[in-house]
């Protein structure tokens, strides 16, 4: 399976405090996406990292990826109580479908 | 329309009973995406359509699951016989290229099968 892997599952921290979420993932890709959802519904796209990028930078938001090592890290900077969602990586593989896989996701709680 | 829309946002159903969601993707959109999310865990894909190549149906559980697009426009995933395990969020995804651009999300349906 393509499926990326998000650790840790959970996470916990205080406002103010950075909070890092890796996922690593089995195929080569072409790009890895990273996605929040709030709620359990709707999933809202954060930033799409291309296999050929190492680093992508996003207002709070900082991904890197290293394809040599099949993983990606999302950094969010001074969180925020309104940061507390479920975020997840997507990858595309090498399928010529392109259809999109995503992991199992990691669940920030920022503390106020 | 301005956003990928689901339809029905919640359903309970019987077992046994076939159930029908509905799939609105953005407009001029070519790439629709269904995935089904149990509680508290991640994306399992379902199914994929690319314009009119034959759709990716590698996710769908059983053969029970079944998909249908009309042309680049509506969706609709039908579920025969349900099971207590079909009770999950559907949600749908659709986005303007072949899959490697960003997914809209709709805001999902809720299944419940008693």
């Known amino acids: 399976s393509q499926q990326g892997e998000e650790d840790p599952q959970a996470l916990s921290i205080q406002e103010g405090e950075n909070a890092t979420m890796n996922c690593s993932y089995k195929?080569?890709?072409?790009?890895l996406q990273w996605y929040r959802q709030n709620s359990g519904r709707g999933l809202v796209h954060l930033i799409l990292?291309?296999?050929?990028?190492r680093e992508k930078h996003s207002g709070r938001l900082r991904v890197t990826l290293d394809t040599s090592k099949k993983s990606s890290s999302l950094l969010i900077t001074a969180s925020r109580a309104a940061d507390t969602a479920s975020y997840f990586c997507?990858?595309?593989?090498?399928?010529?479908?392109?259809?999109?896989?995503f992991g199992q996701g990691t669940t920030l709680q920022v503390k106020p | 329309g301005a956003g990928v829309s689901q339809s029905p946002s919640n359903k309970v159903t019987e077992k046994g009973k076939d159930v029908e969601l509905r799939c609105d993707p953005i407009?001029?959109?070519?790439?629709l995406y269904w995935y089904r999310q149990r509680l508290g865990q991640g994306l399992e894909f379902l199914i994929y359509f690319q314009g009119n190549s034959a759709p990716d149906k590698s996710g769908l559980p059983s053969d029970r699951f079944s998909a249908e697009r009309t042309g680049e426009s509506v969706s609709t995933l039908t579920i025969q016989r349900t099971q207590q395990e079909d009770s999950a969020v559907y949600l749908c995804?659709?986005?303007?290229?072949?899959?490697?651009?960003?997914?809209?999300f709709g805001s999902g349906t809720q299944l419940s099968v008693l």
């Open positions: 407009s001029g959109h070519t790439a």
């Open positions: 997507a990858t595309d593989g090498s399928s010529n479908t392109g259809k999109l896989i």
């Open positions: 195929t080569s890709i072409n790009n």
């Open positions: 995804a659709s986005s303007r290229g072949q899959g490697r651009e960003k997914l809209f």
């Open positions: 990292i291309r296999s050929n990028e």
